[in-house]
């Protein structure tokens, strides 16, 4: 089975101009992978360095990895104009690892290096991901910087707890490539994006009916679809909530994350989350029924018996049982009567349109990256989209709220 490429302006990252500053931390090698995947998503990568970063990586690692040349003397004849060109030309200044050193400077509006240069001559959004031992973090010198960088509207990512260059656990390790991504998508998102301001709320993945201590009754709901709608909506700058069943899946940067395990409990969840939303898209596999009368106490088989009847309760329709949420997207997995079963959805649960897909087809369904979509609307349109990854199906339903967002105002 073959898939299309996402298309190219599906990718967040696609055609911006990143400035990247790299610091004097032993984390800098780290910046090494970050640029080469922002250059993968499609981004241009600047890179700047203080001469500290120098020491950790050579100019030589950042150039081959972007393409590009690499600014760290301010005051050679050559860069002198690229200096203010960099930080002109950047849609987004990321400086990953930043030191305390760099935080205290950039607090306070000094300029000793390229990369606080950058900074203090860009008009583009700044976001610093820190490195450095846990006790300089949490000096109070570096907090009192930190929150005065916070209150001019950088954006932090990190640090993460963990193991640090010095052996001590604590604070103070960089973020992770996909958190810094996420973080940039964020803020891209919020700057660019047709969903900014706008609340939404996404459900994901199945959920887990006890049956006992130790077993439920479940589906088989991967999470993939709901994490992937939640992705695409803050990446179009959206405040987006995700209620999400037990499932294997890390909680993107930006994404407020409710855990819950059953319909009971996903349904309580949506109730509070969906109080004064644009939009829900319910892309969860609630289960439809519960054990009845759950065990207190693990089964355990009896001798001679051959077979054990559970008894098993309806569960409530949330989509049914939720009065708004603003816009509101249901989705149908069918393995029969796509059509007719959509349709007929779409009614009893009051939907703006309803995603149907046959989750018997090749590419679709459960734990696939790929899904191919028909789009059921109420007032009876029907679109059949191409196989297209997850991410892309994410968009075309964005595309879809966002134009009903706009013909209600
Ligand atoms: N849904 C819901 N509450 C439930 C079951 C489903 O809100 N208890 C939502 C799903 O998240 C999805 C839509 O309703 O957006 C359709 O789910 P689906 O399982 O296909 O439909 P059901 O109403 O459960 O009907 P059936 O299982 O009989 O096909």
Not at 18 to 32: E, N, P
Request: net charge neutral.
């Amino acid at each position: 089975m073959t898939t299309a490429p996402v298309a190219e302006h599906r990718l967040p990252l696609a055609g911006r101009h990143i400035a990247l500053g790299v610091t004097g931390s032993i984390a800098a090698f780290k910046a090494a992978d970050l640029a080469s995947k922002l250059r993968q998503a499609g981004a241009t990568v600047e890179v700047v360095m203080t001469p500290a970063a120098t020491q950790f990586v050579t100019p030589l690692t950042f150039q081959s990895l972007t393409g590009r040349d690499v600014v760290v003397d301010m005051f050679s004849a050559r860069e002198a104009e690229a200096h203010i060109e960099v930080a002109r030309r950047a849609d987004a200044l990321v400086i990953a690892p930043a030191t305390a050193d760099c935080l205290a400077n950039l607090a306070t509006g000094q300029t000793p290096d390229m990369v606080t240069l950058t900074a203090l001559a860009t008009r583009a959004p700044v976001l610093v991901a820190p490195a450095m031992d846990n006790q300089m973090w949490e000096h109070p010198a570096t907090q009192a910087n930190v929150a005065t960088l916070r209150g001019r509207g950088v954006t932090l990512v990190g640090p993460n707890p963990g193991r640090l260059a010095t052996g001590r656990v604590g604070a103070g390790r960089l973020a992770e490539v996909p958190e810094v991504l996420g973080a940039l998508r964020t803020v891209l998102g919020k700057l660019h994006g047709d969903l900014a301001g706008r609340r939404v709320v996404v459900s994901a993945g199945g959920t887990q009916e006890p049956l006992d201590p130790v077993r439920y009754v479940g589906n088989r709901s991967t999470g993939k679809m709901g994490f992937a709608i939640a992705e695409a909506a803050r990446d179009r700058g959206a405040e987006v909530t995700i209620v999400a069943g037990p499932v294997a899946l890390e909680t993107p940067f930006g994404i407020a994350r409710v855990d819950v395990g059953t319909v009971a409990q996903m349904l309580a969840a949506l109730e509070t989350a969906t109080a004064g939303s644009d939009a829900l898209v319910m892309s969860a596999a609630p289960a439809d029924f519960r054990p009845n009368d759950p065990a207190e106490h693990k089964l355990k088989k009896a001798p001679g018996e051959d077979s054990m009847h559970v008894h098993l309760a309806k569960n409530p329709d949330i989509l049914a049982s939720l009065p708004g949420g603003g816009v509101r997207v249901g989705f149908a997995a069918e393995t029969q009567n796509l059509a007719a079963n959509a349709v007929a959805k779409l009614a009893s649960k009051r939907l703006d349109f309803i995603v149907g897909n046959d989750v018997t087809a090749a590419g679709s369904g459960f734990g696939t990256d790929t899904n191919q979509v028909t789009i059921f609307h109420a007032g009876g349109r029907i679109e059949e989209l191409p196989l297209m990854t997850k991410y892309e199906v994410a968009h075309a339903i964005w595309d879809r709220v966002a134009e009903r967002l706009r013909a209600r105002e």
